[in-house]
Structure formats: C-alpha cells, structure tokens
C-alpha cells in the first residue's frame, strides 16, 4: 500500500484548527485537504480513466485481448525466379523477394476491395474479415513482366492465412 508524501514546511502548518460541528465531525473543504494539493483534479481523472480502459478489454492465456485474438487475414511474402534455362535433371529455380502490389477482392462482394504494396523484401500482412478472397497481384514496373497468376484464399476467424505468391521474370 502507498502512501502519500510528507508536506513539506512550504505546504504549510501540518495541522489546521477546524471547527467541528455539534457531533464532533469535522469538515473541512476540498481545497484545504493534505492530498488536494498534491493530486490536481485533473490528474485523478486522468488516472481514473486509465484504469477504467485497461480494465475493460478481457483477456485471453497469453495475454493479448480478445479483439487481437479474433483479428484475421493474410501474410506471406512475394517472390520471383532469377531466370534458369530449363533442365529436365535441374531442381528449381532459386528465387529472391519482390516488391509487388497485391489486391485482395471478397468473393461474396460484401467485403470491400484492399490493395496493398508490399515490403522491398516482398513481405506483407494485411488484416481482412472471414471470406473468401481473389489475390490479384501485379508487378510495380507496369511491365509485362514479372507476372503471377491470381489465387484464391480462404480467410478464417481468428487466424491468418500464409501465402507465397510467386511471381514469374519471363527469363529463360
């Protein structure tokens, strides 16, 4: 339990006379009390508030709140080939991270259209509501290519979903 700071000599007398009425109780006013001075309205609100807000989201074992455990999209990253000549005995093209633009379209057209350009290492996260979604990607030169084809993706309550998606240079 805390307590509040001793007065200095600058506050004041540390005891004030103050009448008390017929049944011994003694009023004093709010301006006159000890921790007045040292807790401004303002402040106590304030603190008030803060408490009243944390107290209000509940929260789930690891800690997080219960809207962050229902939060629910995509993530994943966009990549593209660096070109190999085709090899009936050659494993698969290596591939390096893209920067591209990705559109996520609701399949049952409730949903609104996202668009979203992802990280120079082709990273992305995009938070969307359960559905079903159409990717469609895009490359930011406006060129032919790289291209990727669209997929599809199934987002469910409470989770994100991991995709690849897996641009193609053209180069052979």
């Not at 494993?91 to 609701?106: E, I, V």
């Not at 509501?129 to 406006?142: A, K, S």
């Amino acid at each position: 339990m805390t307590s509040c700071p001793e007065r200095s000599s600058s506050d004041g007398p540390a005891t004030e006379d103050v009448p008390a009425n017929e049944q011994g109780h003694v009023h004093r006013e709010l301006s006159t009390h000890p921790t007045a001075r040292l807790w401004p309205r303002r402040a106590v609100l304030a603190a008030a508030l803060v408490l009243a807000a944390s107290a209000c989201g509940s929260t789930t074992s690891h800690g997080s709140t219960s809207e962050q455990a229902r939060s629910s999209g995509v993530n994943g990253v966009s990549t593209v080939d660096v070109g190999c000549p085709p090899s009936p005995d050659a494993t698969s093209c290596p591939r390096r991270p893209l920067p591209a633009r990705l559109r996520f379209t609701g399949q049952d057209r409730s949903a609104a259209d996202v668009e979203i350009r992802t990280a120079e290492d082709g990273t992305f996260i995009v938070e969307l509501p359960p559905g079903r979604y159409e990717v469609i990607p895009d490359n930011l030169t406006g060129t032919p290519y790289p291209r990727a084809d669209q997929m599809t993706v199934e987002v469910r309550e409470g989770q994100f979903m991991s995709i690849t998606v897996m641009f193609d240079s053209g180069v052979r």
